[in-house]
């Protein structure tokens, strides 16, 4: 029996998580799951490549396929704030890996594309909403969604929201959360600055870490390369290329 067949996951994520030959949970994995699919809130210091993701979208699935409700016009059961684009797809694209057998509707909306055709998908609603600050507020302010049906709120990447210069967009989209939610906060470090803005979304969050703050996450390869100073600026061109 698998870790995640222990945890008592439903069977359309476990089927899922078989055919894609995912059985082994990393250290953020099995810190937080469980305390998630208790309910709780969350403030994990990790970095990406960590595992994370998984971390925070398995138990939420769990919740979907477990208490069932229709999808809330022009709104969202769990909604993900991700500081990228690039990032915000990738989560979305997990979330449609891990519950592909549970007929979820997944939307993913940021900045840089035709906002109409985002209008147009939220409007039946969606269950699971990934997004990019400023996006998502361009969309409330149209009135394309609502945030007053939100169960599940995770904020991902912290730190990387402060440096791209978020937070007052972030307090903007913490007034129009319910206060009846549970909340996720994820960050790569912990200094003061980011953990007071946690503790403006959580409630008695469960607390855990996976890696010293500031350094490279387990999954990042790497290696140095000893090279003469007439090969350097050659060797650094081709790595920008690659």
């Known amino acids: 029996?698998?870790?995640?067949?222990?945890?008592?996951?439903?069977?359309?994520?476990?089927?899922?998580?078989?055919?894609?030959?995912?059985?082994?949970?990393t250290p953020?994995?099995?810190?937080?799951i469980p305390p998630l699919l208790e309910g709780r809130d969350l403030c994990g210091v990790?970095?990406?490549?960590?595992?994370?993701?998984?971390?925070?979208?398995?138990?939420?699935?769990?919740?979907?396929?477990?208490?069932i409700k229709p999808r809330p016009l022009g709104g969202c059961r769990m909604l993900v704030l991700s500081p990228t684009?690039?990032?915000?797809?990738?989560?979305?694209?997990?979330?449609?890996?891990?519950?592909?057998?549970?007929?979820?509707?997944i939307q993913c909306v940021f900045g840089g594309m035709p906002i109409y055709s985002q209008k147009k998908k939220l409007q039946s609603g969606a269950d699971i909403l990934v997004a990019t600050p400023g996006r998502l507020l361009d969309?409330?302010?149209?009135?394309a969604v609502t945030l007053k049906d939100v169960e599940i709120f995770v904020l991902d990447e912290a730190d990387q929201m402060m440096d791209l210069g978020f937070i007052q967009a972030l307090k903007?989209?913490?007034?129009?959360?319910?206060?009846?939610?549970?909340?996720?906060?994820f960050s790569a470090t912990m200094p003061k600055a980011i953990a007071e803005l946690g503790n403006r979304?959580?409630?008695?969050?469960?607390?855990?870490?996976?890696?010293?703050?500031a350094t490279t996450a387990e999954r990042v390869e790497q290696y140095v390369t000893f090279v003469t100073q007439g090969r350097k600026a050659g060797l650094a061109q081709l790595s920008l290329a690659g």
């Open 1 to 25: 029996m698998s870790y995640f067949e222990e945890l008592g996951l439903a069977q359309p994520i476990l089927k899922a998580l078989a055919n894609s030959g995912y059985d082994t949970p």
């Open 28 to 32: 953020i994995q099995t810190q937080a």
């Open 172 to 185: 903007r989209i913490d007034l129009l959360l319910p206060k009846q939610r549970q909340s996720l906060f």
């Open 46 to 67: 990790a970095q990406t490549g960590t595992g994370k993701t998984a971390a925070f979208a398995l138990p939420s699935l769990h919740r979907f396929a477990t208490d």
């Open 139 to 143: 969309l409330i302010e149209q009135r």
């Open 85 to 105: 684009r690039e990032l915000a797809a990738q989560i979305a694209e997990k979330f449609r890996d891990y519950g592909k057998y549970l007929g979820l509707n």
């Open 201 to 213: 979304f959580l409630n008695n969050p469960v607390r855990v870490s996976v890696t010293p703050q």
